[in-house]
C-alpha cells in the first residue's frame, strides 16, 4: 500500500482541519462551550493541532512530506480556503443568530447580526492571506517546474549534451535530426 500512503497524509491533514472547522463552529457546540473555561481550551488546542497538521502536509519536509507535486499542494490549498469561506458566508450572510450565548442583547454595543457577520467576514478572509499566498507561490512554483520539464525535453530530443536555445516568444522550432547535424 505505498500508493496510498502519500495520497491519505494530505488528504488528512486537510480532512483535520477542516473538521475542527466546521465542529468548533457548529451552534450547538458554540453554545455549550460559550461559559466554560475548559471547552475554550480544547477549542484553542484542537485548532493548534489541525493547522500543525494541514501546514505539516502542505509544505512539510522529512517525514511530514506529502510528495504531492505543487499542482496538487494548489488544489489543497484551494480547498481549505473554499471550506473556511462556505462557513464565513453562511454566518456572514445568516438571517437570525446563530449564537444565542453571545447575544449581547439591543443594548450590546454592536447588534447581534453585525458581531456574526462580522466575525464570518473574518473567518472567511483572514485564512486567504496565507493560505492565498501559499496558494499562488505552489502554482509559480508548478510553472517553473513545468517550464524546466520543457526545457530538459528539448534538450533530450536534440541529442546528448547539446542546448536548444527555447524561445521565449513563441514555440520551440522543429527541425529534423538530418538538419540539426548538418
Same mark, same amino acid.
Given at each position: ?17 477542516? !473538521? ?38 502542505? +509544505?512539510? /519536509? ?9 499542482? @496538487? $499542494?494548489?488544489?489543497?490549498? +484551494?480547498?481549505?480556503? &473554499?471550506?473556511?469561506?462556505?462557513? /464565513? !458566508?453562511?454566518? %456572514?450572510? !445568516? ?21 456574526? =457577520? ?6 472567511? &478572509?483572514?485564512?486567504?492571506? #496565507?493560505? /492565498? ?9 508548478? %510553472? $517553473? ?12 530530443? !536534440? ?6 536555445? +527555447? @524561445?521565449? =516568444?513563441? #514555440? ?11
Amino acid at each position: 500500500m505505498p500508493t496510498r500512503r502519500p495520497l491519505l497524509r494530505p488528504l488528512g491533514g486537510v480532512a483535520a482541519f477542516v !473538521a475542527v472547522l466546521l465542529v468548533w463552529h457548529a451552534p450547538a457546540v458554540v453554545d455549550a462551550s460559550a461559559h466554560s473555561v475548559g471547552s475554550w481550551d480544547a477549542e484553542i488546542g484542537c485548532y493548534l493541532v489541525g493547522g500543525l497538521l494541514l501546514w505539516a502536509q502542505l +509544505v512539510g /519536509g522529512g517525514a511530514s512530506a506529502s510528495g504531492w507535486d505543487p499542482l @496538487s $499542494r494548489t488544489w489543497l490549498a +484551494v480547498a481549505v480556503l &473554499v471550506a473556511g469561506s462556505a462557513v /464565513g !458566508a453562511a454566518m %456572514l450572510f !445568516a438571517s437570525g443568530t446563530w449564537y444565542p450565548a453571545f447575544d449581547g442583547g439591543r443594548h450590546a454595543l454592536l447588534a447581534w447580526s453585525l458581531d456574526q =457577520a462580522f466575525a464570518g467576514a473574518t473567518i472567511g &478572509v483572514l485564512p486567504a492571506i #496565507p493560505l /492565498g499566498a501559499f496558494a499562488w507561490w505552489c502554482y509559480a512554483e508548478w %510553472l $517553473r517546474r513545468d517550464e524546466d520539464d520543457d526545457l530538459h525535453l528539448a534538450q533530450v530530443l !536534440a541529442g546528448a549534451g547539446e542546448v536548444v536555445p +527555447v @524561445s521565449a =516568444a513563441g #514555440p520551440l522550432q522543429h527541425a529534423s535530426m538530418e538538419d540539426r547535424r548538418g
